[in-house]
Nanobody
Framework: VQLQAYGGGLVQAGGSLRLSCVASGRTFSSYVMGWFRQAPGKEREFVARISRSGSTSDYTDSVKGSFTISRDNAKNTGYLQMDRLKPEDTAVYYC????????????????WGQGTEVTVSS
């Protein structure tokens, strides 16, 4: 499956952005979808994941209550709604798809999008 992430940009602290991840090539609903991010000078980290049906999701502690992951399998698209953004949310955000695993580790994900940059100004 090929993934393309978009929707990043520059936003002021406290603002919102919605990232999208469009999948093509295979049945999107067959994959667990995750979002990861990599801040400047840091390792890439898990942000959120959602099950194949969309019924289950979870988040890293730092974004709980602010970010919402969702998916529309009919549109082959996943989303990450980011509200109440903080400067520390500045990063390149990646979407990823896992065929089998329900995991927060990068190695569990088989396919990756190209990343979209989010910059939050203070």
């Amino acid at each position: 499956v090929q993934l393309q992430a978009y929707g990043g940009g520059l936003v002021q602290a406290g603002g919102s952005l919605r990232l999208s991840c469009v999948a093509s090539g295979r049945t999107f609903s067959s994959y667990v979808m995750g979002w990861f991010r990599q801040a400047p000078g840091k390792e890439r980290e898990f942000v959120a994941r959602i099950s194949r049906s969309g019924s289950t999701s979870d988040y890293t502690d730092s974004v709980k209550g602010s970010f919402t992951i969702s998916r529309d399998n009919a549109k082959n698209t996943g989303y990450l709604q980011m509200d109440r953004l903080k400067p520390e949310d500045t990063a390149v955000y990646y979407c990823a798809a896992a065929r089998i695993n329900w995991d927060t580790q990068e190695r569990a994900y088989d396919y990756w999008g190209q990343g979209t940059e989010v910059t939050v100004s203070s």
